[in-house]
């Protein structure tokens, strides 16, 4: 019993998500209905992209992308690499990949440059610039991807009202990190590569993991609707060329997704409930979407909150901020929160206080801009 306590306690998304599962369950008993209604499309993505990154890591496919970053010898300027990495491979791969790719190499070149006191700050940094960076193309997100899908625009017409608030949060972005080292801006980071070269004989592991994540970005680009399929040939390679590598793959935080979509299927599908956010909602999206993305994350609350919808732009805006504000606004942040505990396992407060304090600056700044724009017709 001490056991599954103390691992609750550090597993603190886990054990968030299924306290939120269970209520709502109870709530809105389960039906075939909400077996439907959970997104495992994203869930299938997620699994695809945790297991190709576990086998990256393994065998070590990063390495060229470590020795570019640690050619930055300035701690300010590899900052701004690396965050501006995740802005702008957001906008393509989606901000949980790009998080889940960018974020491992921070972590190794801080620690490795004896700078481990600045990696909290460049994570969340580099949390904000997965959220503002993804907000711009429709499918940097699961909520822009859904709400795109949903509304039926034109990419030009998209990408022009999602532009100002990306150019802003890139000024501000750079503002922050100069801000971070504004005591010492040419402040020295010589990070050592330890990394061993790579092997011959692993050559086909990670031409095969290659392969895999091209596989996966062709899903995410295409909306495919044979994602499964693909799901399929990434666990069969796998067990082809390197079985054990399922073990490692993170599957707490696949749980922790499937509890968040558990709990906003059941409550979109629960008549009170429902009935009270089509009289609610209208006129207040940009609200709504932050306030309820803070109790299930701005995915479930984008697909919960589309139907009662009369200003998309108030929506969509809305849920684009929403991560800036709690770790559970954003399912991004969850997975940047999960990848930093499994490697610092007793400062899961120390992540959640930095987060905190420096999204919370960025919010406060970015919001207004945000709710006036909601004003400008997103529609035709």
């Keep these: 019993m001490k056991r599954i306590i103390s691992f609750f306690k550090k597993e603190l998304m886990l ?20 077996l439907e209604a959970i997104d495992w499309r994203t869930l299938g993505t997620l699994l695809m992209m945790l297991i190709v990154l576990e086998g990256f890591k ?14 930055w010898k300035h701690i300010a300027t590899q900052s701004l690499f690396l965050i501006f990495g995740v802005f702008f491979s957001s906008m393509f791969v989606t901000n949980d990949v790009s998080l889940i790719i960018f974020v491992p190499v921070t972590i190794l070149l801080f620690r490795s440059g004896d700078k481990e006191r ?13 959220i503002r960076g993804s907000l711009l193309t429709p499918f940097g997100s699961p909520q ?14 998209f990408l022009l009202h999602m532009l100002p608030l990306s150019v802003l949060s890139a000024v501000l972005l750079v503002l922050f990190v100069l801000f971070l080292y504004r005591k010492n801006p040419k402040e020295e980071i010589n990070a050592r590569i330890d990394s ?9 592991r990670r031409i095969a993991y290659l392969a895999l994540f091209l596989l996966v970005l062709g899903v995410i680009v295409s909306r495919t609707g044979f994602w499964y399929i693909a799901v399929g040939i990434v666990l069969i390679t796998v067990l082809i ?12 935080l696949l749980i922790t997704f499937l509890c968040f979509f558990i709990f906003s299927s059941s409550i ?30 701005n995915v479930p609350a984008s697909i919960v909150l589309y139907p009662f919808t009369e200003n998309f732009a108030g929506l969509i805006y809305g849920a684009d901020t929403a991560g800036l ?31 905190t304090l420096i999204s919370w600056a960025f919010f406060l700044i970015v919001v207004v801009p945000g709710y006036l724009l909601s004003f400008w017709p997103f529609l035709p």
Excluded: H
């Excluded at 061993?196 to 086909?204: I, L």
């Excluded at 009170?272 to 306030?291: D, H, M, Q, R």
């Design 118 to 130: 600045c990696i909290l700050p460049v994570l969340t940094m580099e949390n904000i610039a997965a």
């Design 241 to 252: 060329v390197d079985r054990k590598l399922l073990l490692k793959v993170d599957y707490v």
């Design 58 to 71: 393994q065998e070590n496919v990063l390495l060229p992308l470590v020795r570019l970053a640690a050619g």
């Design 325 to 355: 504000c709690s770790l559970i606004g954003s399912l991004a942040s969850v997975i940047n929160y999960r990848i930093y505990v499994r490697e610092y396992p007793q400062g899961g407060r120390a992540f959640i206080k930095t987060f």
């Design 268 to 297: 979109t599908n629960n008549e009170t409930i429902a009935s009270f956010l089509k009289t609610a909602v209208a006129g207040n999206e940009y609200w709504w979407a932050i306030g309820l993305s803070q109790i299930i994350s």
């Design 15 to 34: 054990s968030v998500s299924l306290l939120a599962a269970i209520a709502a369950l109870i709530i809105t008993p389960p039906t075939p209905a909400l």
């Design 144 to 157: 822009n991807l859904f709400l795109y899908g949903q509304a039926k625009i034109g990419v030009g017409r």
């Design 196 to 204: 061993a070269p790579w092997q011959r004989e692993g050559r086909v």
